[in-house]
C-alpha cells in the first residue's frame, strides 16, 4: 500500500476506460453505475454510465451483452493514478 501526503488541495482520480470492469457481484472498488448510452465501435464497445454525478466512459469487448441498465464497475486500485494540480502525485 502506497500513501500520500495531500495537502488542502483538491485531488483527481484517473483510470484508463479500458481497465474499468464491469463486474457481476459487488467487491473492494466497485461502483454502481447507469448506463447512459453504448457506442459500437467497431472491436470494441464504449459504454458511457453515471456514477453519481460523475460520468464515466468503460471500453469493453464489442461480444459483451449489456442488457441491463445498472451495472457494477470495478476500478482496480493498481490501474488508478492519482493527480493533485493537475500532476500525477
Given at each position: 500500500?502506497?500513501?500520500?501526503?495531500?495537502?488542502?488541495?483538491?485531488?483527481?482520480?484517473?483510470?484508463?476506460?479500458?481497465?474499468?470492469?464491469?463486474?457481476?457481484?459487488?467487491?473492494?472498488?466497485?461502483?454502481?453505475?447507469?448506463?447512459?448510452?453504448?457506442?459500437?465501435?467497431?472491436n470494441f464497445k464504449l459504454i458511457s454510465a453515471q456514477?453519481?454525478?460523475?460520468?464515466?466512459?468503460?471500453?469493453?469487448?464489442?461480444?459483451?451483452?449489456?442488457?441491463?441498465?445498472?451495472?457494477?464497475?470495478?476500478?482496480?486500485?493498481?490501474?488508478?493514478?492519482?493527480?493533485?494540480?493537475?500532476?500525477?502525485?
Amino acid at each position: 500500500m502506497i500513501y500520500l501526503k495531500i495537502e488542502d488541495t483538491a485531488v483527481q482520480m484517473g483510470i484508463r476506460s479500458e481497465f474499468i470492469q464491469v463486474v457481476s457481484e459487488k467487491s473492494d472498488n466497485t461502483i454502481p453505475a447507469v448506463v447512459k448510452m453504448i457506442d459500437d465501435c467497431g472491436n470494441f464497445k464504449l459504454i458511457s454510465a453515471q456514477c453519481d454525478k460523475f460520468e464515466v466512459k468503460v471500453k469493453v469487448n464489442r461480444q459483451m451483452s449489456i442488457r441491463q441498465e445498472n451495472l457494477l464497475l470495478k476500478f482496480p486500485a493498481e490501474k488508478c493514478c492519482t493527480y493533485q494540480l493537475e500532476k500525477l502525485v
